[in-house]
C-alpha cells in the first residue's frame, strides 16, 4: 500500500467523502456528501493543517485519515486532532488502519505537532493498542463517545 496526501490524488474525494459521510453522518447535523466534499476540498495540504492522507493499493482507494484543528466544537481547548480514520470494510484487519494511523503520526512530527487528540465511538482498544490515552469519556452529539490523546515527538 502507498500512502499518498488526498492533494496528490484528488480523483479520490468523492469515494472518501461517501465513507466519510456513510460512516460519521449521523454526528454531522445538516451533513451530505457535498458537505463532505467541501470539507475534503478544504484539506488538500502538505505542509500545514487540516491535510487528508488516502491509502491506495494498485490505483484504488482503501482508506483515509486526517489531521485538523478541532474535531468536537465542544472541546476547541484540545487541539489538534486526528479524524476519520477510515478503511473500505474488505481492506480491513489487515493493517491498512494502522499503516494510516502511523502515517498521520508521522506527518504530525514532521509538522512540529507534539500531541494529537482524537474520539471515538467504538475503538478505544485499537488506539490504546497503538499508544493512546483515554483522556475522558463524554456525549458528544447524543453518542457516548472516548477522547483520547497520544503524544507524538
Given at each position: 500500500?502507498?500512502?499518498r496526501?488526498?492533494?496528490?490524488?484528488?480523483?479520490?474525494?468523492?469515494?472518501?467523502?461517501?465513507w466519510?459521510f456513510?460512516?460519521?453522518?449521523?454526528?454531522?447535523?445538516?451533513?451530505?456528501?457535498?458537505?463532505?466534499?467541501?470539507?475534503?476540498?478544504?484539506?488538500?495540504?502538505?505542509?500545514?493543517?487540516?491535510?487528508?492522507?488516502?491509502?491506495?493499493?494498485a490505483?484504488?482507494?482503501?482508506?483515509?485519515?486526517?489531521?485538523?484543528?478541532?474535531?468536537?466544537?465542544?472541546?476547541?481547548?484540545?487541539?489538534?486532532?486526528?479524524?476519520?480514520?477510515?478503511?473500505e470494510s474488505?481492506?480491513?484487519?489487515?493493517?491498512?488502519?494502522?499503516?494510516?494511523l502511523?502515517?498521520?503520526?508521522?506527518?504530525?512530527?514532521?509538522l512540529?505537532?507534539?500531541?494529537?487528540?482524537?474520539?471515538?465511538v467504538?475503538?478505544?482498544?485499537?488506539?490504546?493498542?497503538?499508544?493512546w490515552?483515554?483522556?475522558?469519556?463524554?456525549?458528544?452529539?447524543?453518542?457516548?463517545?472516548?477522547?483520547?490523546k497520544?503524544?507524538v515527538?
Amino acid at each position: 500500500m502507498d500512502i499518498r496526501y488526498l492533494a496528490d490524488c484528488q480523483e479520490a474525494i468523492p469515494q472518501v467523502a461517501r465513507w466519510l459521510f456513510d460512516e460519521w453522518g449521523c454526528l454531522l447535523p445538516g451533513g451530505s456528501v457535498e458537505r463532505a466534499i467541501a470539507r475534503l476540498h478544504e484539506r488538500l495540504r502538505r505542509d500545514q493543517l487540516p491535510l487528508t492522507l488516502v491509502g491506495i493499493e494498485a490505483e484504488e482507494v482503501i482508506g483515509t485519515v486526517s489531521l485538523i484543528p478541532c474535531d468536537m466544537e465542544t472541546r476547541s481547548d484540545f487541539s489538534p486532532w486526528l479524524a476519520s480514520l477510515y478503511v473500505e470494510s474488505g481492506r480491513r484487519r489487515r493493517g491498512v488502519g494502522t499503516a494510516l494511523l502511523e502515517a498521520a503520526v508521522r506527518e504530525a512530527n514532521r509538522l512540529c505537532i507534539d500531541s494529537l487528540f482524537l474520539f471515538t465511538v467504538t475503538s478505544e482498544a485499537f488506539y490504546a493498542k497503538h499508544g493512546w490515552e483515554k483522556v475522558e469519556s463524554c456525549i458528544y452529539r447524543n453518542r457516548a463517545v472516548v477522547i483520547m490523546k497520544r503524544f507524538v515527538a
